[in-house]
């Protein structure tokens, strides 16, 4: 049996965890061992903090764990460091892992659903975000403090080494060697010190692959061409803080928030799964939730941590079938097609398996 830690989370992640383990269970039958743990806001409420020792410890020894959402405005105004969302970055961080994958391809059948051009769309969007996850802004030094004349005054500290920067660029190479064979490296090197260590990193690891063409952009040119050209995407590597905005982005240039799955990897294969989409609390508990981003981190699961590609593809087939048939919960919702509930997207799913 192969563990697998899960942390269904606040809002809407209890609901699209739920259905992404009967579809696992339906196309993996007796292969896992799910063990349930609490993290976030309703760690909070239980243990007081948002990420347990014990927490951590079951998704350390899992061989992967799988993460709905966590954060609402319960918890909105608790103490910085016992936000939920300081859980989540204490998992990938315990996790040790630092490639953030974020594939953003537009589904055939959710074309109409792009806000694009015609003309734009119909070229093609199939792009990964590689997003460094464990550091930058999100772990350097956060400090709120008073100026010598008594202002109010705060910082949040940006920092990379050499190492965070290589081992990334590697990932985001190694990807684009079996994809396109194009890289871009954003940054905004034109500005930032640790850019600049960024770009000059990112071309000394660009040299172990030839055959991949790198480009640079800034931040700001790239959020531009990706809603002008973008086709010419392949792989999109970057730090914390830009991988977190651009794959918002993406994530409306195909479609929806709630499609796009994500794998978190390190430098052994028990990632962490989590779709991109956060806790969605205005919608919590009313059976609106798009599973799909969920269900797709499942069938990322299967192929990265485990090998199990065959059943990987099964699960992805059944998603595009569904889309296929026209159904489509409130988020991916467009006149024509047949407005679903969460559940019923889930059902309809596990019975095309
Ligand atoms: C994401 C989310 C998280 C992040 C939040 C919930 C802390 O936006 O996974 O993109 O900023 O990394
Ligand atoms: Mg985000």
């Known amino acids: 049996m192969k563990k697998v830690a899960v942390i269904p989370g606040d809002g809407i992640g ?20 799910f063990i349930e743990v609490s993290m976030g806001g309703n760690a909070i409420d239980k243990y007081g903090e948002p990420l347990p020792a014990q927490s951590l410890k079951t998704c350390q020894e899992a061989d992967a ?5 966590v954060g609402g405005p319960k918890w909105d105004n608790v103490s910085p460091d016992l936000r939920p969302e300081r859980g989540l970055l204490g998992v990938r961080k315990g996790l040790k892992v630092f490639a953030n994958i974020r594939p953003a391809k537009i589904f055939a ?27 930058g802004i999100y772990f350097g030094k956060h400090e709120a403090f008073t100026t010598p004349d008594g202002e109010k005054a705060a910082r949040d500290v940006m920092e990379y080494t050499e190492h965070e920067i290589r081992r990334i660029a590697h990932v985001g190479f190694k990807m684009a060697m079996g994809r396109r064979k194009i890289v871009t490296s954003i940054d905004k090197a034109n500005i930032l ?3 600049r260590l960024w770009r000059e990193v990112v071309e000394d690891v660009a040299k172990e692959y030839p055959e991949v063409k790198l480009n640079h952009l800034y931040v700001d040119n790239a959020s531009m061409q990706l809603i ?30 709630g499609m796009i799955p994500s794998a978190s990897l390190g430098d052994n294969n028990r990632g962490l799964y989590e779709p991109i989409h956060g806790s969605a609390p205005d919608i919590a508990g009313q059976d609106k939730a798009n599973p799909i981003g969920t269900i797709l981190c499942g069938a990322m699961m ?3 941590s485990f090998g199990m590609n065959e059943e990987a593809d099964r699960i992805e087939n059944a998603v595009d079938d569904v889309l296929k048939a026209g159904l489509r919960t409130p988020d991916i919702f467009t006149e024509g097609t047949k407005l679903i509930s969460g559940s019923k997207m889930k059902e309809e799913i596990i019975s095309r398996l």
């Open 14 to 33: 209890p609901e699209v965890i739920g259905a992404t383990l009967e579809v696992l269970k339906k196309a993996a039958p007796n292969q896992f061992e």
């Open 228 to 257: 002008r050209v973008p086709h010419e995407f392949d792989v999109i590597v970057t730090e914390n803080t830009f991988g977190d905005i651009l794959s918002d982005e993406a994530s409306q240039i195909v479609g929806s928030i």
């Open 109 to 135: 059948p959710l074309a109409s659903a792009c806000p694009l051009r015609k003309d734009i769309a119909e070229k093609g969007i199939d792009f990964i975000i590689v997003r460094e996850l464990t550091g």
């Open 193 to 195: 010190t640790s850019s």
């Open 65 to 69: 764990t799988l993460l709905g959402a």
């Open 302 to 304: 299967l192929r990265y």
